[in-house]
């Protein structure tokens, strides 16, 4: 049975969606496994929001946003990284395999480095398998 | 419960092609609270806004979803068309299926469902949106423009001209940019300096403009329709109110700087104005070259100075300004040659590059419009022209910089007017797009030029010819006619790549804007809004934007204008609705996030002891709210209940 990982996505607004649509407009080819909420900062990533995605049976989080100094607010995603790594940290003390939990910061201009994010990404994730950790299970 | 409406868009065949569409709207309608889906072509056109408003009010819709293109394409318009139909412009969700669906993948069963899952998503979101109400501020009516070049120039004549009051900031003693370092300009072999000066003399004479020069950018706070910007002005130690401009101080000045004018190709004084038609024309000092900077010895200008206008004790000095509107028209610089060594830049003499020849044909450049080897007096009997240096290069520069053909068709005409020399122009292709380029190529063409099609390989010394002793070699391959040539010239002229000023990108920091990977300013849409960028109020004009000609800087410096302009000439606002706003019950005072909030939108009510946020201030980014441990500060649009619903109907399928 060929496993197709179902990845949440979450970009912010101003560079890695935009990046994201680059990707889009200059019509490269990748894997379709990440369905991708927008938010307007990497910054208003509660960690809450992982752990939910996971919960909800999500086989990976792939989290993009500005480079660090590039933040449209500023210094947003300078937080958003702090506190996104400490996630990190905490999800694999949970027992969360460190590899579903991905971030990665990708500017407006850098399409192709989405592509090839996500493609690795979803590649990674092919190979764990599907994550049964946080998973609800629905009675 | 809600009424939600989902239509669909094919966008012709662009995600028709790949997405079912109406399998997609058949789907939508199956979903609860979904009342009604439809699928139509071109759903951003007057017929599809319509089906919407339509079925808006058929069905008394109460949120309304659109799976089209990316919201960054199209949020805007169709929140205006829910909007006149009565409905509050945030209840509204975009449903990317083009830019991250159907245009990346070629698998319709795979976009389709992807499909599905983003529009379970939208519908779970829409439930929970709220309307939200806009609020208005004031807009300052002034604008900024940065940068004194041609495009900065035109960008404040337009403005001026509208009544509107410009702040002109350039960082070097004079407007005209680079443009004013030419001698002739292509097509038409106007003097450049005949048809800017003009301009220069407006800018300076136009009571609108203040004009900045010899000033930086040094901070930038604020948002579209209220920026504050601090400039520094640089200690000219000239006073400019005093001087006037007799230039006696230019004359006695012992000290010698490079000259950045003529391209270090000679040097210059220390007090000094860069040009004769500078603006404004008074001098100033360089204070690295400076005899009295460095040594402590000689002030021989302020003893000359009959208006006491020399002032060794001035300081840089600050200044506070608020415009409403900012232009970014800071050019470009040429892309530095010596790396490449196999043209020897900077190791033979005999190898200039565009810039350098443009200040020796300059009547007032430093040889005084003849064109001579570095000696100052050898005329050179052969030149060769060499183009593409660092352009369409994946080493270097992988794009075109577009006005190098041109400007190297223009030098071998102006060298076979000045000089009796055998003029080759070695190029890969000849570009010639504007209007009377193409005609201007074909006079090239009857005036004994030698072209050859072939990018120049290398530029050596070395030759077993003795009668090519001392002389340049080119090495090129003639590609018409297959053959490897070699060329033996005095002089050979580099047309290096265009590309963005050094610092660039610290400009680009300090105005939130993002750069391409070249450095190069982003616009918004490089085809529909090539002149705005992300961040709203701040817009871009010239070559910082890609390399470009002077008809095409004009048109964007008058463009740009037009784009602040319709900032500016309002006198209010609206503001972000999408703003932040604290739970006064759930804040429990540790103030968070007025430590961490960039724009200080919330405070401490210090009476409450809880924080409070200023709308006005607010930029909606989120980071309060998730530096929130009592989870007391809501985003409004993006809330958590909300972003956790969307993800929620994401994974569900």
């Known amino acids: 049975m060929d496993f197709e990982p179902r990845i949440l996505g979450i970009a912010c607004n101003w560079c890695t969606y935009t990046g994201a649509d680059l990707a889009g407009t200059t019509r490269l080819k990748y894997p379709q496994n990440v369905r991708t909420v927008r938010v307007m900062c990497s910054s208003r990533i509660n960690p809450s929001f992982i752990i939910r995605a996971f919960q909800l049976g999500a086989d990976g989080v792939l989290v993009g946003g500005c480079h660090p100094g590039d933040c449209h607010y500023g210094t947003g995603n300078l937080y958003a990284r702090r506190k996104l790594a400490v996630t990190k940290k905490i999800l694999e003390f949970a027992g969360m395999e460190a590899k579903r939990f991905r971030v990665e910061w990708i500017s407006a201009s850098e399409g192709k480095k989405y592509a090839e994010v996500v493609e690795e990404f979803t590649h990674d994730m092919k190979a764990l398998g599907p994550q049964t950790k946080f998973k609800i299970k629905k009675d | 419960m809600s009424r939600i409406g989902v239509f669909v868009c094919h966008c012709g065949l662009n995600i028709a092609k790949t997405v079912r569409v109406s399998e997609l709207a058949e789907f939508a309608r199956t979903l609860p609270d979904v009342v009604v889906a439809e699928d139509y072509k071109f759903m951003c056109s007057t017929p599809g806004q319509e089906l919407i408003q339509e079925d808006i009010r058929k069905h008394n819709l109460d949120r309304v979803i659109v799976a089209a293109c990316s919201p960054l394409m199209h949020e805007r318009t169709f929140r205006k068309v829910i909007e006149n139909a009565g409905l509050n412009q945030y209840l509204l969700s975009i449903v990317n299926v083009r830019e991250q669906d159907s245009w990346v993948t070629e698998d319709e069963d795979v976009a389709t469902s992807k499909a599905k899952a983003l529009i379970n998503g939208a519908v779970y979101r829409a439930r929970l949106l709220q309307p939200l109400v806009s609020r208005f501020i004031d807009v300052n009516p ?110 006695k000045c012992p000290g010698r700087g490079v000259s950045e004018w003529d391209e270090g190709l000679v040097r210059r004084k220390s007090i000094y104005i860069p040009f004769p038609q500078a603006v404004p024309q008074k001098p100033v000092i360089d204070r690295e070259s400076c005899t009295f900077f460095k040594k402590g010895k000689c002030r021989l200008c302020e003893k000359v100075c009959e208006q006491a206008a020399i002032d060794f004790e001035q300081k840089d000095t600050f200044r506070e300004v608020k415009v409403g509107a900012v232009i970014m028209a800071t050019g470009y610089d040429l892309m530095d040659t010596k790396p490449l060594v196999q043209y020897g830049y900077g190791k033979f003499p005999g190898v200039h590059h565009a810039l350098e020849l443009e200040r020796l044909f300059n009547s007032a450049g430093p040889t005084s419009g003849k064109v001579v080897m570095r000696d100052g007096k050898t005329e050179p009997q052969s030149i060769a022209i060499l183009h593409c240096i660092g352009s369409r290069d994946k080493n270097n520069y992988e794009y075109c910089s577009r006005v190098c053909c041109m400007y190297s068709l223009k030098f071998a005409h102006l060298l076979k007017e000045k000089t009796h020399g055998d003029v080759y122009q070695l190029y890969i292709d000849m570009r010639a797009p504007g209007k ?105 004009a010239g070559a910082c934007q890609s390399p470009k000609d002077i008809p095409d800087s004009v048109s964007q410096g008058m463009g740009a204008a037009a784009e602040a302009l319709t900032i500016v000439v309002k006198d209010k606002m609206e503001l972000e609705a999408a703003t932040a706003v604290v739970n006064s019950a759930a804040c429990c005072g540790c103030q968070n996030c007025v430590r961490v909030c960039p724009y200080g939108a919330p405070m401490f009510n210090y009476e409450k002891n809880i924080s409070e946020i200023n709308e006005a201030l607010c930029k909606g980014c989120g980071l309060c709210a998730a530096s929130c441990p009592a989870s007391a500060i809501i985003t409004r649009h993006f809330t958590n209940d909300q972003v956790m619903a969307e993800m929620e109907g994401l994974m569900e399928i």
């Open chain 2, 436 to 540: 009377g380029y193409e005609e201007f190529y074909n006079r090239l063409v009857e005036e004994d030029v030698k072209f050859i099609r072939g990018k120049a390989a290398r530029v050596t010394d070395k030759t077993d010819n003795p009668d090519h002793a001392g002389k340049l070699i080119v090495e090129v391959e003639d590609t018409l006619t297959s053959q490897f040539v070699t060329i033996p010239v005095d002089m050979v002229v580099l047309s290096p790549a265009m590309k963005p000023r050094q610092d660039a990108k610290d400009m680009a920091r300090l105005f939130n804007l993002s750069t391409d990977k070249y450095g190069f300013f982003m616009e918004r849409h490089p085809k529909l809004a090539p002149l705005s960028t992300m961040t709203d109020g701040v817009f871009i």
């Open chain 2, 142 to 251: 002034n604008v900024m423009v940065v940068g004194g070049g041609i495009a900065g120039i035109q960008a404040a004549l337009e403005l001026a001209d509208t009544g509107k009051k410009v702040y002109l900031v350039e960082r070097s003693p004079t407007i005209g940019g680079h443009m004013a370092q030419f001698d002739k300009t292509f097509p038409t072999l106007d003097c450049s300096a005949c048809i800017l000066t003009p301009k220069m003399d407006a800018v300076l004479q136009n009571s609108n403009i203040e004009l900045l020069t010899y000033c930086e950018v040094e901070e930038v706070k604020g948002f579209v329709g209220n920026f504050d910007i601090k400039i520094r002005q640089k200690a000219r130690y000239v006073d400019h109110d005093k001087c006037n401009a007799c230039l006696a101080c230019t004359e």
